[in-house]
């Protein structure tokens, strides 16, 4: 019985802790892009959250309009709200900072799940 109830907790404390992980810091679609930017994935992280305070739940390098062209944009939840914070890739600067749509705060929500 005290077995039980022992693999019981371990258990949850296992899955409860899946549950609870952000987004590795180190992995993330876009990588092959890396190359071609100045601003690192870690200092990227790191301006991202000092502009939203949270947990990274999804993060990518991308092409796309405004800065200069390239940009980490992350999912970060913070306050029971997925916001979305773009990067510029070349200088740091913030291009965006605000809450999603529904849709994909819904996929992100569902990711932060597989997570």
């Known amino acids: 019985m005290n077995k039980l109830i022992i693999g019981t907790v371990i258990a949850a404390l296992v899955l409860g802790s899946?549950?609870?992980?952000?987004?590795?810091p180190t992995k993330y679609?876009?990588?092959e892009m890396a190359k071609d930017v100045k601003i690192t994935l870690a200092k990227a992280r790191s301006i991202a959250l000092k502009a939203r305070p949270g947990k990274i739940i999804d993060q990518e390098l991308e092409?796309?309009?405004?800065?200069?062209?390239?940009?980490?944009?992350?999912a970060i939840r913070s306050n029971g709200k997925t916001i979305e914070v773009g990067v510029d890739a070349?200088?740091?600067?913030?291009?965006?900072?605000?809450?999603?749509?529904k849709a994909k705060e819904a996929?992100?929500?569902?990711?932060?799940?597989?997570?």
């Open 63 to 74: 092409k796309e309009a405004g800065g200069s062209g390239m940009r980490y944009s992350f």
């Open 90 to 101: 070349m200088t740091g600067a913030i291009l965006e900072n605000g809450a999603e749509s």
């Open 29 to 31: 679609s876009g990588h």
């Open 18 to 24: 899946a549950a609870n992980a952000s987004v590795s």
């Open 107 to 115: 996929h992100e929500t569902k990711m932060e799940k597989k997570n």
